[in-house]
């Protein structure tokens, strides 16, 4: 009998990090899953839930020392807001910047190395979502400058990570779920947030042993950077 895989998923809670556990669940995985502030009402036999503030070190210290020893096939980053909808730097406030920057690049690249010795080594793959917006190439016209910027950003501090992972054989994969119809991407959105995790889950497994660094979308379509 095969042994069961495992994976943790960081930002569960709604939207397409739910959509994933599920997703993961569906087919056979455990998992481990966090939550920012609320306990979540979904409840299943194979999935763990705990709590976590991806921003605040003293919290992802305490998940590092909850998941001491464990092994997961697969991780999944999925923290992000909006941010600052103005297309003018002066209209927006440092706190407000500080918050998108935190959120969007720095923390989530904080916790994914702390989770590195976690990975099972040769096979295991390490997903952040970040966004197409994220590129000069794919966002030539700079929509939602100050979030894309923290993608750019968050894509560049996750590539600092490879060499560690190449140590160990993991793999890296840069993340597009797609515009998804949640509370952050809204109702025009192009896909559901259970078709994004679909792809997203099809790409963590399709990458797993490959090595290296791949920004992709949640359909595989490769992304320039």
């Known amino acids: 009998m095969s042994q069961t895989k495992r994976a943790l998923i960081i930002g569960a809670s709604k939207g397409i990090g ?16 966090t939550y920012r502030s ?18 605040i070190a003293t919290q992802r210290e305490q998940l590092l020392q909850q998941l001491k020893g464990e092994q997961f096939d697969h991780a ?8 600052p909808d ?3 730097l002066i ?20 916790m994914a190395e702390g989770l590195l010795p976690l990975l099972t080594e040769k096979q295991g793959v390490l997903g952040i979502t970040t966004s197409r917006l994220g590129s000069l190439t794919e966002n030539a016209e700079a929509i939602r400058p100050y979030y894309s910027a923290s993608k750019v950003a968050l894509n560049m501090l996750s590539r600092a990570l490879l060499q560690q992972m190449d140590l ?8 597009h779920p797609g515009w998804v119809k949640t509370d952050m991407g809204g ?33 595989g379509r490769q992304l320039a950077w």
């Open 18 to 33: 739910l959509a994933v556990v599920q997703q993961l669940l569906a087919d056979g995985w455990d998992v481990t899953a």
């Open 38 to 55: 609320t306990a979540v009402s979904y409840q299943h036999e194979k999935l763990r839930w705990l709590p976590l503030d991806i921003t």
């Open 76 to 83: 999944l980053i999925n923290a992000g807001i909006l941010g």
């Open 86 to 88: 103005s297309m003018e």
């Open 91 to 110: 209209a927006t406030s440092d706190d407000e910047l500080i918050q998108l920057f935190m959120t969007n690049s720095v923390a989530p690249v904080r």
């Open 168 to 175: 160990r054989g993991t793999t890296l994969l840069s993340l």
């Open 187 to 219: 109702d025009d959105a192009d896909i559901t947030a259970v078709e994004s995790a679909q792809g997203l889950v099809t790409q963590l497994n399709r990458f797993a042993g490959q090595g290296g660094h791949h920004y992709v979308d949640y359909s």
